[in-house]
């Protein structure tokens, strides 16, 4: 029986933290008005040039 990758997660507050079975690591913060950080680094200690960001917006059109 060969053992399974699995993905381990941990949340602290508004942070997620995800290593993935390849050694990738992904860290995402949640800030207040619904914006996302998301930052990802890979096995061998590289990470992207800067964080991605996004944002959520909830658009209420009033006549």
Do not use: C, N
């Not at 200690?45 to 658009?59: K, W």
């Amino acid at each position: 029986m060969t053992p399974r990758a699995t993905t381990l997660t941990r949340y602290l507050g508004s942070v997620e933290r995800i290593t993935h079975p390849d050694g990738r690591l992904e860290i995402k913060r949640r800030l207040p008005g619904g914006a996302l950080i998301s930052y990802t680094r890979s096995a061998d200690g590289l990470g992207s040039s800067s964080p991605d960001v996004y944002f959520s917006q909830i658009m209420i059109d009033r006549f």
